[in-house]
């Protein structure tokens, strides 16, 4: 079965400082990787994606991620956070269902980013 | 100009009673979802739809039953509530063509509590 783990319920860093949220994954075969962010009161929203080619891809609102396979991770970056950044960030990982994709997210991680 | 819009935002309901969830997107997509969000924040699919088409069905009770009248719209109606059945519904669509790296789009996500 497919699936991603998110570590860390929380993260907190204060504002300027390195953002990491950890993020790995188990798949069979090539895995499409992504990352969403769910603000207060919202819907997810989608930040990046990994399907093939350089390990580290660049997303939105300054974030990133590096693909890393022998580590099977795919850990969220971002060098400076903002206190807009304090949000829920759910990992996923697309995977065969059927005739179809499903993607299946990670737990969660609520990351805090303090004044 | 919402891209995908979910109604009720908030739906308080007593056990038993039946209810409905709409969901429309203007994105021309040919894939809807419908996602529940636990209170511990786990994101877990449900259904997905392509071209009113059934393509994913979790082992979600039958007491939920999916309608998808048109591409653009896809209903959750809910019979005979239990208290279990109180989270939030996310409704969401991507344009399948793109296969396993397609990127979801959400809607703000229904509120429902069972009393």
């Known amino acids: 079965a497919q699936s991603v783990a998110q570590p860390e319920d929380q993260v907190n860093v204060a504002e300027g400082n390195p953002l990491t949220v950890k993020c790995t994954y188990s798949?069979?075969?090539?895995?499409?990787l992504f990352w969403y962010v769910q603000y207060p009161n919202r819907g997810l929203q989608f930040l990046l994606k990994?399907?093939?080619?350089?390990?580290l891809v660049k997303g939105s609102y300054g974030f990133e991620a590096e693909f890393n396979k022998s580590q099977t991770s795919f850990h969220l970056k971002k060098p400076s956070a903002l206190v807009s950044d304090s949000a829920l960030y759910f990992c996923?990982?697309?995977?065969?269902?059927?005739?179809?994709?499903?993607?299946?997210f990670g737990a969660g991680t609520t990351v805090t980013v303090r004044a | 100009d919402t891209a995908v819009s979910q109604t009720p935002k908030y739906l308080v309901t007593q056990m038993g009673n039946d209810k409905s969830i709409k969901c429309e997107q203007n994105?021309?997509?040919?894939?809807m979802y419908w996602y529940k969000q636990d209170s511990k924040k786990f994101l877990k699919i449900m259904f997905s739809?392509?071209?009113?088409?059934?393509?994913i069905n979790e082992t979600v009770p039958n007491r939920f039953s999916p309608k998808s009248p048109d591409k653009a719209h896809l209903n959750l109606h809910i019979n005979s509530l239990e208290l279990g059945d109180s989270a939030v519904y996310f409704c969401a669509s991507s344009q399948r063509g793109q296969g396993a790296w397609e990127k979801l789009f959400f809607g703000s996500g229904t509120q429902l509590s069972v009393l």
């Open positions: 996923a990982v697309s995977a065969r269902y059927s005739n179809d994709y499903k993607l299946s």
């Open positions: 798949v069979s075969g090539n895995p499409y």
């Open positions: 994105l021309g997509h040919d894939t």
């Open positions: 990994y399907i093939t080619g350089d390990n």
């Open positions: 739809y392509n071209n009113k088409e059934l393509i």
